[in-house]
């Protein structure tokens, strides 16, 4: 299981799921119950993985406490503060491994992942 840190707009998820890739994509189809509804229309651009952390449960449960203070509605906090500390540790973000995997089939010759030019 891993807790993962997904970025939108000026707001910042912190989840758990056996699956955040999956869930990654969930937001990015804007499938019913993946944003609190307090939310609908405030979430500017694409979504961003920004970090997954082998974790369970109490790991998401801590993080939640120390960003208590910036929290905006269920597991979303305001992008400020410690959130901003925390997300610029992640910046520019993750990449899912099977997008990644397209991608080196699309180009077999090259020595080099083409995301690294």
């Excluded at 799921?17 to 609190?36: H, I, M, N, Q, T």
């Excluded at 307090?38 to 979504?47: A, I, K, Q, R, Y």
């Excluded at 369970?56 to 959130?83: K, N, S």
Aim: glycine share 10%; charged share 30%.
């Amino acid at each position: 299981m891993s807790v993962y840190v997904l970025r939108q707009g000026g707001f910042v998820k912190v989840g758990y799921s056996s699956d955040p890739w999956r869930r990654l994509r969930d937001f990015e189809r804007g499938r019913p119950g993946c944003v609190a509804p307090e939310l609908d229309g405030e979430l500017d651009g694409e979504p961003v993985m920004l970090a997954i952390v082998e974790g369970d449960l109490g790991t998401e449960r801590l993080l939640h406490l120390a960003l208590a203070p910036y929290q905006e509605v269920g597991e979303w906090f305001r992008y400020e503060g410690a959130v901003a500390d925390l997300v610029e540790r992640f910046e520019p973000g993750l990449e899912d491994p099977a997008v990644r995997e397209k991608r080196r089939a699309m180009f077999p010759r090259l020595p080099i992942d083409p995301s690294d030019i």
